[in-house]
């Protein structure tokens, strides 16, 4: 019998539904990678036709081993993000920095601190900046617990992520699998005597099961995207641009068709229903949609990543804006990065659940 596969120096975790319809889209199975900051690797669902497929863009698990397995195309644990669903802490997105010579680091100020991070990400052309990518928990072990068949729970004492970050943070994970549905709820407390700041966020690549990007559509209730330099380094200026009249708008119902529009933009000014933020994937030639929900409060920002030749859309809720302590925002805005106070603590909540549309 072959050993199973490890990945972080811990087992693959299944989860399966229990209560999942009998019929019609749902949520039957999921894996997670408690040696990978609880990221999710990949979910099965099945479609209105019945057929099961990978919902994630992510190798089979032999394959993610060995792309995450700490080389150098995984500096601090960056190949998490490229594929899967990774869980983004202490900060999603990207903080920039002044570029350490001889180190692969940054030094920036976070919170009136100065901090070192990890330059683990940055623009192809050349001369391109680097920064600080999606948080520094990507390639944490984390001590986890499999309390049912279908959820699991870990728990991370990260304390200031040794040294690279103010204050002294927990972190409490939990994925399950309900109804049919998806859901991660994770717990931030300060355990320090100091205030702690945090961004969480989620890096979920949703396949597309049509494999046909260009009649994928996509609703996102937002009325302001960032402004970026450009799609390589892809750094906010600072201006925050109305999306209306633009083909950034997917505000419509039943959102509004991908084409060849590229898309690595960060949206904001969320729109609530009932303190709900709500958006959608749409991939009309399978009859699938995912409903992407959060219900925190805290999350102020929507990064949605989907280059045209790739049949997949990433919809990262997350509390954050890109670079959340650059100069290039307005003195006093508010970039979305909590602040705790000694033991205080601050929640996320996303649930992904799977509708049909049309006829089957």
């Known amino acids: ?13 299944t989860l399966r539904a229990q209560d999942a319809p009998s019929q019609g889209p749902a949520f039957l199975e999921a894996q997670v990678l ?15 036709s019945g057929e099961v497929v990978d919902a994630l863009h992510a190798p089979a698990p032999e394959a993610a081993a060995q792309a995450l397995s700490g080389g150098p195309d995984d500096f601090a644990g960056n190949a998490a993000f490229s594929f899967g669903g990774a869980i983004l802490a202490p900060y999603a997105n990207r903080i920039r920095g002044r570029a350490l ?8 100020v976070v919170a009136g601190r100065t901090v070192r991070l990890p330059r683990n990400w940055g623009g192809k052309a050349p001369g391109a900046e ?6 520094l928990i990507l390639d944490a072990g984390v001590p986890y617990e499999q309390p049912s068949p279908d959820r699991v729970t870990g728990r991370l004492a990260a304390g200031d ?3 690279r970050w103010p204050g002294r943070i927990g972190l409490e994970f939990d994925w399950r699998l309900a109804g049919g549905e998806l859901r991660l709820s994770i717990r931030t407390t300060n355990a320090g005597d100091s205030p702690a700041p945090i961004g969480l966020g989620w890096h979920p690549y949703f396949a597309l099961p049509s494999g ?11 009325d302001l995207r960032t402004e970026v330099d450009n799609y390589d380094e892809v750094l906010p200026t600072g201006r925050l641009l109305a999306v209306a009249g633009t083909p950034y708008d997917f505000n419509a119902a039943g959102g509004a068709p991908l084409e060849g529009l590229y898309l690595d ?14 958006a959608e994937v749409i991939d009309p030639a399978a009859a699938l949609g995912l409903k992407i929900t959060t219900s925190s409060a805290a999350v102020q920002a929507m990064q949605v990543y989907a280059p045209p030749d790739q049949a997949f859309v990433v919809v990262e809720p997350q509390f954050n804006l890109a670079d959340p302590y650059g100069s290039e925002w307005p003195k006093g805005f508010d970039t979305g990065m909590a602040l705790l106070r000694p033991g205080s603590a601050v929640g996320y909540e996303v649930a992904v659940r799977a509708f049909a549309v049309g006829n089957p």
């Open 130 to 135: 680097q920064y600080a990518m999606h948080g």
């Open 212 to 222: 046909d990007r260009r009649q994928a559509r996509l609703r996102l209730p937002a």
């Open 1 to 13: 019998m072959s050993e199973p596969v490890r990945i972080g120096g811990a087992p693959i975790v």
């Open 34 to 48: 408690p040696g990978r900051g609880m990221m999710l690797l990949q979910a099965r669902l099945r479609l209105p």
């Open 101 to 108: 010579e001889g180190a692969r680091e940054i030094e920036t």
């Open 161 to 163: 992520f040794g040294g």
């Open 265 to 278: 933009d960060c949206f904001t000014a969320l729109r609530r229903n009932a303190g709900q933020v709500t």
